[in-house]
């Protein structure tokens, strides 16, 4: 598995997955320990997609295996997914803060609002899909997270409102009171962000 990095590694597996094709227990161990040696250079689409993977393939890795993986996951998918929903709270709090300096004017008045902006290198990552694909796959593959890890995941998802998906939420939903957690908070009907909540608490 030397040649493979750890993006080749979790298309192999979303690829086995998808194929339906089980590659034998040498194969998949050989598989998973070199995603172990990965992990740090793994973004969080991949990890999910290495998640993804072991549900579809029905495995449910050793204790150790889970351990590692979660642990890379919750610094990766989602501490930093906080700290952007942090930066965009913070960033709409200076855009309305300048917008009560600033009179009105014509053009502005017939503006809509904009939204808080993200920076776009991360927009392909850190996508609520993501951490919806994460919380159904770990549960699919008996994954057991601490209430640390849970936590993380109730305060993301959160933090995305609306953008997260009704599916997703129900993925987040289902993991959150697996591990004796209350489930997420409905979206503000307004159709609000619901962002700043959670990047304040960060």
């Known amino acids: 598995m030397g040649g493979l990095n750890a993006q080749d590694l979790a298309n192999v597996l979303q690829a086995l ?45 050793d204790p150790a295996w889970g351990e590692a993986f979660l642990g890379r996951m919750e610094g990766a998918l989602f501490r930093a997914v906080g700290c952007l929903l942090t930066s965009a709270t913070a960033g709409a709090a200076r855009s309305a803060a300048a917008r009560r300096r600033s009179p009105p004017s014509l053009t ?11 920076p776009a290198g991360m ?24 209430p640390r890890w849970l936590a993380e995941l109730s305060r993301v998802a959160e933090g995305w409102g ?7 939420r129900t993925s987040v939903d289902g993991l959150l009171r697996r591990g004796g957690l209350a489930p997420l908070p409905p979206v503000d009907a307004s159709g609000s962000d619901g962002r700043a909540v959670a990047g304040a608490a960060g």
């Open 108 to 118: 502005s008045a017939s503006r809509a609002p904009s939204r808080p902006t993200k």
């Open 162 to 168: 609306p953008e997260l998906s009704p599916q997703g």
């Open 17 to 61: 997955a998808n194929l339906k094709a089980s590659p034998g227990p040498g194969l998949l161990a050989a598989l998973l320990g070199a995603v172990l040696t990965r992990l740090p250079a793994m973004t969080p689409a991949g990890m999910a997609a290495v998640a993804y993977s072991l549900a579809r393939l029905g495995h449910k890795p």
């Open 123 to 146: 927009l392909q990552v850190y996508q609520p899909g993501a951490l919806a694909l994460a919380a159904w796959a770990v549960a699919e593959c008996g994954l057991r997270p601490p």
